[in-house]
């Protein structure tokens, strides 16, 4: 007798032939990949970028958005369909609508109202499902939601005072001549004055890495058990040296008991290179974010 195509491919019970996505078990506990996607699902760098798509120049007037392709990929590597994602720093939404493309539901806070009208907006044009947005300080909004109701937290954190703070000119002195004028980056407002930051509005590391705790903390109550944590965040260079933000923040999460898992490095091949410290001194054109991977043992 003939053999069937299941007994030619070796098909076990548990297993299901999803033709060229290869073959799906049953037992699989983390999502939906077949064994051939998750190959590709759990390699540390994603070297990708992604074409302008769901109204990128508006979404664009954030700053810090995140493409949701990307972030669908990573829902679905994290959580089946049909299950709850949280981001708790969700901007114009690249997180919620990850999860509505991939299948999955979502819950966004965000403490700027303009950049979930934004989100709405997105939605609206592009005939999205809207995911649920919450507008509010997420210390103290994720107090009200249910315990253990999430089975991914997936986020980008925000770094100091990225509202508030304008593009600023500030002054640099070569080794062999007058000082000249630079542009500092929005996104590099660090100072190491604690005390100086209060004054002057500008939020330093400590009073960063202190609200990191508190919402992190808050998030890690909504997670179910043996479900990850997963967050974007860029390393920084400021002022005369490298900030490894990426290994600050993951010690904290550890301190909160989530156990690293990961760090994947998402290497933007589109991002443009430029010129620093030219024949001075090395300081890196940063082309790459890291995505933290940790797990609610
Ligand atoms: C890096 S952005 C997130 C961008 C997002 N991934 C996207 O695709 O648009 C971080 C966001 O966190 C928000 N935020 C900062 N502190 C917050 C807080 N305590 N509660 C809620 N949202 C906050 C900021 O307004 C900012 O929009």
């Known amino acids: 007798m003939a053999a069937t195509t299941s007994e030619r491919k070796g098909l076990k019970p548990h297993h299901i032939d999803m033709g060229e996505r290869g073959i799906y078990h049953t037992d699989n506990r983390l ?3 077949t064994g051939k996607e998750w190959v590709f699902a759990t390699r540390s760098v994603i070297n990708k970028s992604f074409p302008p798509s769901f109204q990128f120049a508006l979404r664009s007037q954030h700053g810090g958005q995140k493409p949701p392709e990307l972030c669908a990929d990573l829902i679905r590597t994290f959580t089946k369909a049909g ?55 997420s210390r103290t909004v994720l107090k009200e939601f249910e315990e253990e109701s999430f089975d991914l937290v997936l986020t980008d954190v925000p770094y100091w005072n990225m509202d508030r703070r304008r593009r600023s000119k500030g002054k ?84 909160l008991g989530l156990v690293l898992k990961a760090n994947l490095i998402w290497y933007d091949v589109a991002k443009k290179l430029h010129v620093y410290g030219y024949r001075y001194e090395f300081i890196p054109s940063m082309i790459h974010q890291n995505i933290l991977v940790l797990r609610k043992e």
């Open 31 to 33: 999502n939906d990949l």
């Open 83 to 137: 299950q709850r994602v949280l981001d708790p720093f969700m901007g114009v939404g690249g997180t919620l609508i990850g999860a509505t493309i991939s299948g999955r539901q979502a819950v966004g806070v965000e403490i700027n109202p303009r950049w979930i009208e934004i989100y709405r907006e997105v939605c609206r044009l592009e005939g999205l499902e809207e995911q649920q947005a919450v507008c509010g300080d």
């Open 172 to 255: 640099f002195k070569r080794a062999d001549g007058p000082a000249v004028e630079r542009r500092r980056s929005r996104l590099s407002p660090f100072t190491a004055d604690e005390a100086a930051a209060d004054v002057t509005g500008m939020e330093g590391k400590e009073a960063w890495l202190a609200t990191m705790r508190d919402v992190f903390a808050a998030s890690l109550r909504l997670l179910r058990p043996r479900q990850y944590l997963v967050v974007f965040i860029g390393d920084m260079y400021h002022s005369g040296r490298y900030h490894m933000l990426s290994a600050e923040l993951a010690w904290l999460l550890e301190s």
